[in-house]
């Protein structure tokens, strides 16, 4: 009997390690969508692309310093959960990942919800792609934060790739090379986003 309960105990604990295991503090937070977690790994959140803040001589994109706040006010100094997708690490050794508080708060989500980062689709980390995309919905329906520009338009329309959910200007050549199969058109910039597609980083539409 005294074998079966310290054998119990063991277990418990096991169990207790591998639950506070999962919980990771945030001691740095480096922009809307990156933290910094207490043993220096990097994480991306997963699933968003908040605009970028001033770095490396580069001017800041609209609501980036925004979203730097909205995302210390969420998560600086606080315990995280890390949940991972299909493929753990980006190509930078950054963990990517949908970042959840103890009080089940989705800061992905929160980030969207709040108009402070647009969906970023990347195949095959889906997981959340339908909550995510029904928030920023609604975040532009309310004109909140970053949709104050981007719905702005720069074209007479878009060129869409199906594969990637990305969309362009006419003239970009990452544009220009969507197989046909692959190539849909958008009128305007509202349309792309409401289907969750987000803006090529090269052209920039």
């Given at each position: 009997?005294?074998?079966?309960?310290?054998?119990?105990?063991?277990?418990?604990?096991?169990?207790?390690?591998?639950?506070?295991?999962?919980?990771?503090?945030?001691?740095?937070?480096?922009?809307?969508?990156?933290?910094?977690?207490?043993?220096?790994?990097?994480?991306?959140?997963?699933?968003?692309?908040?605009?970028e803040?001033?770095?490396?001589?580069?001017?800041?994109?609209?609501?980036?310093?925004?979203?730097?706040h909205?995302?210390?006010?969420?998560?600086?100094h606080?315990?995280?959960?890390?949940?991972?997708?299909?493929?753990?690490?980006?190509?930078?050794?950054?963990?990517?990942?949908?970042?959840?508080?103890?009080?089940?708060?989705?800061?992905?989500?929160?980030?969207?919800?709040?108009?402070?980062?647009?969906?970023?689709?990347?195949?095959p980390?889906?997981?959340?792609?339908?909550?995510?995309l029904?928030?920023?919905?609604?975040?532009?329906?309310?004109?909140?934060?970053?949709?104050?520009?981007?719905?702005?338009?720069?074209?007479d329309?878009?060129?869409?790739?199906?594969?990637?959910?990305?969309?362009?200007?006419?003239?970009?050549?990452?544009?220009?090379?969507?197989?046909?199969?692959?190539?849909?058109?958008?009128?305007?910039?509202?349309?792309?986003?409401?289907?969750?597609?987000?803006?090529?980083?090269?052209?920039?539409?």
């Open positions: 009997m005294l074998r079966y309960l310290r054998l119990t105990i063991f277990l418990v604990l096991i169990l207790c390690f591998a639950c506070d295991a999962q919980w990771h503090y945030v001691s740095w937070v480096t922009d809307g969508d990156s933290i910094v977690l207490e043993n220096g790994q990097r994480v991306r959140y997963l699933g968003i692309n908040a605009p803040i001033a770095h490396d001589q580069q001017p800041g994109e609209p609501f980036g310093e925004e979203a730097l909205y995302n210390i006010y969420l998560v600086k606080k315990q995280v959960r890390i949940e991972t997708d299909i493929e753990p690490y980006d190509r930078y050794g950054r963990l990517l990942g949908y970042v959840f508080l103890k009080d089940g708060t989705f800061v992905n989500l929160k980030m969207v919800k709040a108009g402070y980062a647009h969906v970023l689709f990347l195949n980390h889906l997981k959340y792609a339908k909550k995510l029904a928030a920023q919905r609604q975040a532009m329906k309310n004109k909140r934060n970053i949709w104050q520009v981007l719905l702005k338009e720069t074209c329309y878009y060129v869409g790739n199906t594969h990637s959910h990305k969309f362009h200007r006419p003239v970009c050549k990452y544009g220009q090379r969507i197989l046909p199969a692959q190539r849909i058109l958008f009128k305007k910039k509202w349309d792309a986003f409401y289907k969750g597609y987000s803006p090529c980083r090269k052209c920039r539409p």
